[in-house]
């Protein structure tokens, strides 16, 4: 892969994620330049910070590893001259603008298009879950298996803070060194799922989810009994608490058409699954037992999302061939699949 195709390709994207925003919706111009600032600032600071701790953490080991040696000054300076050259500097700028353009024009996107003109589809993939399921809606299997308010808890607590260790996982992978064809691999399939399943296909497929039944769509008659179990469970002390305020939220935002962090509804593709599942594939290729362990995590997660009513099953299966052909066709752009991967101290 050419040196400047990394660069290149994360300036195409992004650039594709802006302009499909611009087409597709007015009068976001505000909404857009407070989103930047939200998510730039916080994303530059912990960039900062990863490229400092990773620097102090090396050279701390350098001088353990130095000690009894008569290392002259000279040395120690080449040292230094030669880490900062370890890093492709154009590669984390680029990295990183792409990460705070694509997220802004995704959030805005999902806020202000997706659903706009209300969410036709529910009834489509209600109807193939049940057809895949022996007729069973999803969550009538998982509350079955997994009935209990704790259980339900548990799901609520490991869910919803998911978004997060994925976006750590980028911020390493732009501030790490070695296996540099996997994480290049990670990055744009991370950014091309924004853009080709959480823009395009998201307002295709327009749907809102089981837990917005009775309010974007339907009559609440398909899964109220879903919203009663969930409610009951969480007036005895258990249940998804974290759940039910971020419900109430994204109803809030959009009844009054507001554009603010996490905005947006839609169901299908999951988004969440779709980051979820790119865990695994750098896992797997990293350790076999760390795959395993990864699409085991992956799998509760999957179950998470249609036990708490946020996703159809189908969602998750949808996302899951999507972001898998991502993967392979990105990974084949940056030679991850061409030829064997070499730790080496190289961005």
């Not at 050419?2 to 994620?17: E, T, V």
């Not at 009538?140 to 799901?155: D, E, M, Q, R």
């Not at 419900?247 to 554009?259: N, V, W």
């Not at 594939?281 to 362990?293: L, T, V, Y």
Request: glycine content about 10%.
């Amino acid at each position: 892969m050419h040196r400047y195709s990394f660069p290149i390709s994360c300036l195409l994207i992004s650039i594709s994620a802006f302009l499909l925003l611009t087409v597709s919706a007015q009068g976001v111009a505000a909404n857009y330049l407070s989103l930047v600032k939200s998510y730039g600032g916080p994303v530059i600071v912990l960039v900062t910070l990863l490229i400092v701790a990773q620097f102090m953490l090396t050279a701390v080991s350098k001088v353990f590893k130095d000690r009894g040696k008569n290392v002259s000054q000279n040395e120690k300076i080449a040292w230094y001259k030669a880490y900062v050259k370890s890093y492709s500097w154009l590669n984390v700028l680029s990295a990183t603008a792409a990460l705070i353009v694509t997220t802004t024009s995704f959030t805005v996107y999902k806020g202000a298009v997706v659903g706009a003109g209300g969410y036709g589809f529910d009834a489509t993939f209600i109807a193939w879950d049940r057809m895949l399921l022996g007729g069973n809606d999803a969550w009538v299997l998982t509350h079955a298996v997994f009935g209990s308010a704790t259980i339900t808890k548990w799901f609520d607590f490991l869910y919803h803070p998911a978004f997060l260790p994925m976006l750590i996982a980028y911020l390493l992978c732009i501030t790490s060194v070695g296996l540099k064809p996997l994480r290049q691999t990670y990055m744009l399939s991370y950014l091309v799922s924004f853009v080709l399943i959480g823009m395009i296909s998201a307002s295709a497929l327009h749907s809102a989810g089981p837990v917005f039944d009775g309010v974007l769509y339907g009559n609440g008659s398909t899964f109220g009994p879903l919203m009663d179990r969930l409610q009951s469970q969480l007036a005895a002390g258990g249940g998804p608490q974290t759940a039910d305020l971020i419900r109430q939220y994204l109803i809030d935002l959009h009844q009054s058409e507001g554009i603010n962090l996490g905005a947006g509804i839609s169901a299908m593709p999951s988004m969440h699954m779709v980051f979820v599942f790119l865990w695994v594939f750098p896992a797997w290729n990293i350790s076999r037992i760390f795959g395993m362990i990864v699409a085991l995590y992956a799998g509760i997660i999957w179950i998470g999302s249609v036990h708490l009513g946020w996703h159809y099953f189908v969602d998750g299966l949808v996302s899951l061939a999507m972001v898998s052909i991502i993967w392979r066709i990105t990974g084949h752009m940056v030679g991850l699949y061409t030829r064997p991967q070499v730790i080496r101290a190289t961005t």
